[in-house]
């Protein structure tokens, strides 16, 4: 039986990193940016984690290897690989689309901070802002946050390490042991269970990645808006926070990431536990 406490332990950290802005905005500028540095550098180690701990199912590998295939009447081992191998198509497409949108992200993440930092330097020659405005827990977080959107596209780029499927190990096997049809197809459908779980193991953790970059990504649009509206009009208004924090909290539930943290939670306990 799964315990509830990896998923849950998750879910709060997660939790708290997304509240964490809208408490360190009420709190002096050293204080607040602490704040969300020490929970941005947690969050980025965490992200860190579950790359290196997912796929390691030992379960499902001796429980293959404990099964015994002997059919009394025709065998059905073919129809069975035939599928596997379209679950398995599937799967790399879907991986590769998340490849895709991630390498996106990171680009439009890349120009955000070029074009950050070239409005910056305009300034300072121009000297027609003063810089010390946007020296501000708003603009602060935002720069946090889109640090880790931009390592969440990293990782959902480098943690797709998906099984395409027969690879040198079952070919070696197949000559040195002189296998039948019968027997090739044995090995070749135990593999195929194998491959699939791992890939559903990436795939979990790429889903959780991309929408990660993504709503950090979103959350720093936000804050660098909220930012620049300190530095160049006013402070920013108590009813303006409130609305922008309503605004990410029903993104944030409509992503579906509650669940996603919850179920990489069940995987990550399932592999090291």
Not at 12 to 41: C, H, K, Q, W, Y
Not at 62 to 77: C, F, M, V
Request: hydrophobic share 45%; proline share 2%; glycine share 6%.
């Amino acid at each position: 039986m799964e315990s509830p406490q990896g998923e849950s332990f998750f879910f709060g950290l997660f939790t708290l990193f997304f509240v964490a802005p809208v408490i360190s905005s009420t709190l002096p500028f050293n204080e607040g940016v602490a704040v969300s540095a020490l929970l941005s550098g947690s969050i980025g180690i965490l992200l860190i984690f579950f790359s290196l701990s997912f796929g390691n199912d030992s379960d499902l590998s001796q429980e293959l290897a404990s099964i015994r295939y002997d059919p009394t009447g025709e065998s059905a081992l073919q129809t069975g690989i035939s599928e596997a191998r379209e679950t398995i198509d599937a799967q790399i497409e879907t991986l590769n689309d998340i490849d895709t949108k991630a390498i996106r992200v990171l680009r439009v993440n890349v120009l955000l901070v070029g074009l950050f930092i070239s409005a910056l330097t305009f300034s300072t020659r121009t000297n027609s802002l003063n810089l010390d405005a946007f020296i501000n827990i708003y603009l602060g977080n935002g720069i946090l946050l889109l640090i880790l959107s931009t390592v969440s596209a990293g990782l959902t780029y480098t943690a797709s390490n998906f099984k395409p499927g027969i690879g040198k190990q079952n070919i070696i096997t197949t000559l040195e042991e002189d296998l039948n049809k019968e027997e090739l197809d044995r090995v070749l459908i135990k593999s195929y269970a194998k491959w699939i779980n791992d890939n559903n193991s990436t795939q979990t953790l790429n889903a959780f990645y991309s929408t990660s970059m993504l709503l950090f990504l979103i959350y720093a649009l936000t804050y660098l808006a909220l930012g620049t509206y300190s530095a160049l009009i006013d402070d920013v208004p108590l009813f303006l926070n409130i609305i922008a924090m309503l605004a990410l909290f029903a993104i944030t539930l409509a992503s579906g990431y509650l669940s996603q943290i919850k179920e990489v939670g069940r995987q990550l306990e399932r592999d090291i536990g």
